[in-house]
């Protein structure tokens, strides 16, 4: 499986079909394919050898696609910077990969000053953008215009296609190296189960750098279909691509789909192109699928749990389980079965498998898994022990093969000797009909060790107190999970580029000085 | 990638489903996954030791189903055998892979006297059937009562699944060495676009020795839907079982589906379950293909090509295409376009890519490739070489990607210098009412080399002649491509176990004594 291999199929069985439509181009998948062969040439050109690290700080654009399938093809490794970090971490995430050039478009150029003098192994800049490059910096299109298409390199199967620094919402990054099959089997997999054909027209509204677009950005290359895409998300700009653009399959993770379904416009939209809408990467609370369920109720609801190191799917939970009658109905709240080409366990902290409806770590197995953390070899051993990712998630496993997951294991609370999962007392909270938006931390607590904490955003114009939320917790879950103190938060929380809600920043003010442990 | 993790997954998230449907005995996946563990288990107390290659001779049951996912779960090798073999033709296929044993089934023990004292390797027979294992023999159930649940072995991705020994049909067959990763990633490759789900009730109507349902096999466990099979097929019984198994998914070659559409009694039988017909492996006239979408109105139907080199899916032509109306009309003698994950060129001798619309090799390349030929280490570096899987299958490609094949290499006819390729004239005169099957060979002709002759048998009732054929010919194909002689065959023309029609068997006495260049 070569990545190269996957643009030239396409270019072959839908050469005169939509392979991108950004802005106010288009192009087919043959002109798609030239630039990409023709961008991977002018990487030569400036020195691209096989195995260099390439980076690209940028919003999305198509341009960010010809990127991701230039480099493979030309031998090169891609390295996606995730948009929200600041210029040290984003110095961390170029030096540790060791990129040679770094592409870099209008709106983080001028970040560049910060980074300059520091980037250790950055040779070249490249401008991906429109008109001619500021100084010192060489033009995307230069790259492109004039160039001859070259041979894609010969590389493929286990051999390294790109490099996903992990969220970096929590210590310190890792870069997962996933290799052209992990990438493209995992796209497979998925694909297949997750609607995504050849007359797809999916659009890309979640950002390109992170790896849930990125999956999206695999499937619709492997089937030949439609991109379309958005420069950022925003929920106007999502509804009216959706409908303007007659979408028919797109992934948001659920701080979108929450902004998309409750905003107060979303009824005034077309949506009734959408067949299918996939959602992942962090819980979804319920009171927002149901919003989500009646608002779009033509689409087929999935929800893909996964991680970026399994590249990235594990578990979906397809459209006939978003029910809540009939024999199907009961699964809702959870992520789903293993996708077809993968095995999925439980375990405790031995590694023995759990019995049925035991929390212990989720782990999966398959190859679409990484092929470990670039240079940090102890760390992959440990992650991928006994042949199985170990995700770092809590989760357990009902008769059905069903998997719950109860908590990244970063974000358990424990408080008193019990575990409490935060995900688990936010499902509580927004059952509030006055709650816009929660998050649940632990924060220090002298005997217990941890006190759970509640962070709120009304809905406008509520009025709700402390004591209401805590009083509707009591209600919903037992005792012990209950909020003991709730903070109301007049502004939107803090988002991560890749829209979860950055606990880190909520937790700074509580932890400085002392340690959260991490189990 | 491993044989035993996609068992393992379908029990998870199908446990209760049913995985099997034969005869009076069902069994659900958690059942069928428990017999598989077991009989991995009873091989090894037999003595089988990893890399073994294990033969099977035998009609379809459920049991073929547990020898093909046991034995890899084993760590051992399937080489599954063709049931219309002659004694000599079974000995080379055991001799040549090293089978150790061979599983036999009530069918073909009477061969077995004919077979003792050649087998170089075989040390064990295993009786696959009901009772008391005859003597010299043991029981397939003595393997399974009693013995323990053993865990998978540690094999998988590139690591030696299967050998399928190719068709048989002309000249020495050879071992298809396939890995884990061959088998399941081109199964889900295919899954995906074929039309197979977790709800998919599989007929098993075509032999189960032959990758085409050895393909369907890996889709449904892939997919963890259900396995309903017959012993072997026959018209009726797949009608039958169509009905009253309300089968959704059914694989036939095109003879099979001849027989099926074209049977008197077919239009007694409700077919309104089954929602997906895949067809292939050999070429499909065009009035059969026609007749099977009136038949079967409500079914998509799915033209697959391969070869058993290929895991064995290349391209598909999928329901949509199978229309003679609207835009996307015109494309229903081709085989389709390469399924994802998959790459199809068309090369001359020299390998150079054809431009469209010409005549060469059609060659294919992926993970699903197989490994080589058992022992054969210079025909697989020819077959394979440059990176390519050579199929010696004659194709263009049109403009749009989708491949037509216009003739197996070997039974391409060159007459007077032209190439004729045989299925272009089978299709000519499958159009003529009265023909209810035909082949065409190449006969010796001492000026032309070659001279066209065709085999024709008539439907019942039905009297035409040779010259009323030849003229019906010269209305809808080039002179030089026409019949210059045609015999009329009162019986059903020979068909190998496959259910091809044995050209081999048809050209043999006209070549007695001369040699046909294969070319």
Same mark, same amino acid.
């Given at each position: ?5 996957? %643009? ?9 079909? &939509? !392979? $991108? ?14 630039? %990409?062969?023709?961008?991977? @040439? ?5 020195? &691209? ?42 110095? *961390? ?10 592409? %870099?478009?209008? /709106?983080?150029?001028?970040? &560049? ?15 991906? +953008? ?36 992990? +969220? ?31 007359? $797809?027209? *999916? ?9 849930? /677009? @990125?999956?999206? $950005? ?20 999502? &509804?009216?691509?959706? =409908?303007? #653009? ?34 992942? !990467? ?79 770590? %989720? ?30 998630? @809590? ?14 294991? #970063? ?49 406008? @114009? ?5 004591? =209401? ?51």
């Amino acid at each position: 499986m070569r990545i190269s291999s996957t %643009i030239r199929r396409a270019a072959q069985v839908n050469g005169n079909g &939509l !392979a $991108t439509d950004y802005l106010d181009r288009q192009q087919t998948w043959s002109e798609f394919a030239s630039r %990409i062969a023709r961008l991977a @040439g002018g990487l030569r050109g400036i020195g &691209l050898a096989p195995g260099d690290r390439i980076a690209m700080l940028a919003l999305n654009s198509d341009r960010y696609l010809e990127y991701f399938f230039a480099v493979p093809w030309a031998g090169g490794v891609f390295v996606p910077i995730n948009t929200r970090l600041a210029p040290p971490e984003i110095l *961390y995430w170029l030096n540790d990969s060791g990129a040679t050039t770094l592409l %870099i478009d209008d /709106n983080f150029a001028p970040l &560049l000053p910060k980074l300059q003098g520091q980037m250790d192994t950055v040779k070249t800049i490249v401008h991906v +953008g429109d008109g001619a490059a500021p100084e010192g910096m060489l033009s995307f299109e230069g790259l492109i215009d004039g160039v001859e298409e070259m041979p894609p390199i010969d590389k493929g199967g286990h051999e390294l296609a790109g490099l996903f620094y992990t +969220g970096g919402t929590t210590g310190r990054s890792k870069g997962v190296m996933l290799s052209h099959r992990n990438l493209l089997l995992n796209a497979i997999q998925f694909a297949g189960v997750a609607g995504f054909r050849a007359d $797809t027209n *999916y659009l890309h509204a979640a950002p390109m750098f992170h790896l849930a /677009n @990125g999956a999206a $950005t695999f499937c619709i290359a492997s089937m030949a279909g439609t991109s379309t895409i958005i420069t950022a998300f925003e929920p106007i700009a999502t &509804l009216e691509a959706m =409908q303007n #653009k007659r979408v028919s399959l797109v992934l948001l993770v659920p701080t979108m789909v929450n902004m998309v379904v409750n905003h107060p416009e979303a009824g005034n939209y077309d949506l009734s192109s959408l067949q299918d809408v996939l959602y992942g !990467a962090s819980p979804m609370p319920e009171a927002v699928i149901n919003k989500a369920m009646e608002v779009i109720p033509n689409a087929g609801f999935h929800q893909a749990y996964g991680q970026t190191e399994a590249g990235p799917v594990l578990t979906m939970l397809g459209p006939e389980r978003h029910v809540t009658d009939g024999p199907l109905a009961g699964k809702m709240k959870s992520a789903g079965q293993a996708i077809p080409g993968v095995e999925v366990c439980i375990v405790d902290e031995d590694d023995n498998e759990m019995p049925p409806d035991t929390v212990g770590e %989720i782990c999966g197995r398959g190859e679409n898994v990484m092929l470990g953390y670039w240079n940090q070899t102890e760390m992959s051993a440990e992650t991928l022990r006994n042949g199985w990712l170990h995700t770092g998630d @809590g989760g357990r496993m009902d008769e059905d093969g069903f998997v719950y997951v109860v908590d990244r294991v #970063k974000d358990m609370i424990i408080s008193g000797g019990e575990n409490v999962y935060s995900a688990e007392v936010e499902n509580a909270i927004y059952q509030h009909p006055g709650v816009a938006e929660c998050a649940v931390i632990g924060i220090p607590h002298e005997k217990w060790g941890e006190q759970v904490h509640a962070i709120v955003r009304l809905k406008e @114009g509520e009025a709700v107190d402390e004591g =209401q939320i805590i009083g509707h917790c009591h209600e919903v879950i037992a005792n012990y999970k209950c909020p003991r103190s709730v903070e109301f938060h007049p502004e939107p929380l803090p988002l991560s580029g890749a829209g979860k809600i950055l606990k880190t920043e909520l937790r700074k003010p509580y932890w400085e000085g002392e340690e959260k442990q991490v189990h």
